[in-house]
């Protein structure tokens, strides 16, 4: 009397049940990196995975690690595919058992000494899988400048997940937006302080954070002249912390300065927060005859300690940018 249930069973022996995985509302879908320390989660343009991904090998765009595609789902997914394919399961067998109830119940005649009736409880179940939810959509959307896959995060990324390339104009974005970051939150952590500690305590950690953006700065702006060079050769050591060595390798290579990206005002102002780096770098701030030769600024007098504002850092991030996108053009153009 269990045909349907059996013949259900030999079907369901080694079936898979294949549950979809939706995008989101811009056509990406989740991944998650495997590695546990990280499991850091992103999203890829479901496209992209399909035509530019390669099985063998995935990168995690913030730790770099390397896995086959097939090893990114996310935890969650993962869990929504086991309910799925249990419910499926469930409510294939539950259908073959009220189809053998029905043919019994068809079979009892109503003049039999005795009436027998099998009922199955609830309606038809379902035999579809629900499609795995996306997550909500992710701010920095980023396409890999290799290999043109598509992806996006929340925080920060360094690596393409499809090729495995770091972006240096990824990097540097990300760099510069730390260090705004960083300005921004001054006040905030002078309040905290103050409360806390001494007031000049916390006016202390404050011009020292103030200061590490200035170095945090140039060491970006550094790597990033390292990384784009890259294709042209390899730079002197520390060229491109020093303005006027950067600017001469650069004018070598594409023809084009410093000059050709920023106003005059602008370099002026670059040069002395270039100098003020070094001095804080290596005199602890104190002004020598050689800061005021090399920076022009004739504000301080020798002995006296450099200022840094958060004016200097909003000027410092402006221009940074402005070289960053002026090389990059270059640069694609060569
Ligand atoms: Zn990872
Ligand atoms: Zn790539």
């Known amino acids: 009397m269990f045909e349907d249930l059996i013949k259900e069973m030999n079907r369901l022996n080694g079936q898979s049940v294949s549950v979809p995985i939706e995008t989101d509302e811009k056509g990406y879908i989740d991944k998650q990196c495997p590695a546990e320390d990280c499991e850091f989660i992103f999203k890829v343009h479901e496209e992209d995975w399909t035509n530019i991904f390669k099985d063998e ?54 003049n039999s000494f005795i009436s027998m009736s099998m009922t199955v409880k609830g309606g038809i179940n379902r035999t579809f899988a629900i499609p795995a939810k996306a997550a909500e959509l992710m701010r920095l959307e980023i396409q890999c400048e290799k290999c043109h896959a598509r992806f996006a995060v929340i925080g920060s990324a360094y690596f393409c997940p499809a090729c495995g390339h770091n972006s240096v104009t990824q990097t540097f974005a990300d760099s510069l937006r730390k260090i705004k970051a960083k300005k921004d939150s001054i006040e905030i952590v002078r309040n905290a302080l103050t409360e806390s500690m001494s007031k000049d305590e916390a006016e202390l950690t404050c011009r020292s954070l103030l200061e590490t ?10 790597k990033y002249c390292e990384g784009m060079y890259a294709r042209f050769g390899t730079a002197p050591f520390n060229a491109f912390q020093r303005l006027e060595q950067g600017n001469n390798i650069w004018f070598e290579a594409l023809q084009k300065g410093y000059s050709d990206w920023l106003t005059n005002d602008e370099l002026v102002e670059l040069k002395i927060l270039f ?36 004016k200097n850092i909003d000027a410092l991030i402006s221009s940074l940018e402005k070289l960053g996108s002026g090389i990059k053009a270059a640069c694609d153009n060569a």
């Open 57 to 110: 090998a995935v990168w995690c765009p913030l730790c770099r690690h390397e896995a086959p595609a097939d090893q990114w789902f996310t935890i969650e997914q993962v869990e929504h595919v086991k309910t799925e394919a249990l419910a499926i399961v469930k409510g294939k067998i539950d259908n073959a058992i009220r189809s053998d109830a029905q043919k019994f119940n068809q079979r009892q005649t109503r």
């Open 213 to 222: 953006c200035i170095s945090d700065g140039v060491v970006a702006f550094q």
């Open 275 to 310: 100098q003020k780096r070094h001095i804080l770098a290596h005199n602890e701030g104190i002004v020598d005859s050689q800061y005021i030769t090399k920076s022009g600024d004739i504000s301080y007098k020798e002995g006296q300690r450099i200022v840094v504002s958060e």
